[in-house]
């Protein structure tokens, strides 16, 4: 775990908002069409999903949530042509700690 690159990732405000919409993506997603494909949130957001949601540009979203990555706080899966990405609850909860000890 790098504290300093999951700092930088969530210092943005779009980040922190992915963040926070993956936490309980039932509350801001249609689960429907991913039953649809034998899917479910568990496998995570599809980034068509998240782009459409923030209103920002596919690159964009794409390089937000590889920082994301990058910083350890997501995973993802990529099922055809489609990456879905979800939280790394252990890497969020190493994260938590780290900051309730150190800080």
């Known amino acids: 775990m790098d504290p300093l690159a ?10 922190l908002r992915f963040m926070h919409w993956l936490k309980e993506p039932a ?3 249609d689960e429907n069409s991913y039953r649809r494909q034998g899917l479910g949130f568990h496998i995570g957001v599809c980034v068509g999903d998240i782009q459409a949601r923030a209103g920002l540009a596919q690159s964009v979203v794409s390089g937000y ?3 994301l990555k ?7 899966e990529r099922i055809g042509k489609w990456t879905y ?5 252990q890497a969020i909860a190493a994260f938590a700690e780290h900051v309730r000890t150190e800080l």
């Open 65 to 67: 949530l590889q920082t």
């Open 6 to 15: 999951i700092h930088k990732a969530l210092a943005n405000p779009a980040r």
């Open 85 to 89: 990405y979800r939280r790394n609850e």
């Open 27 to 29: 509350k801001y997603f």
């Open 70 to 76: 990058d910083a350890g706080l997501l995973d993802s």
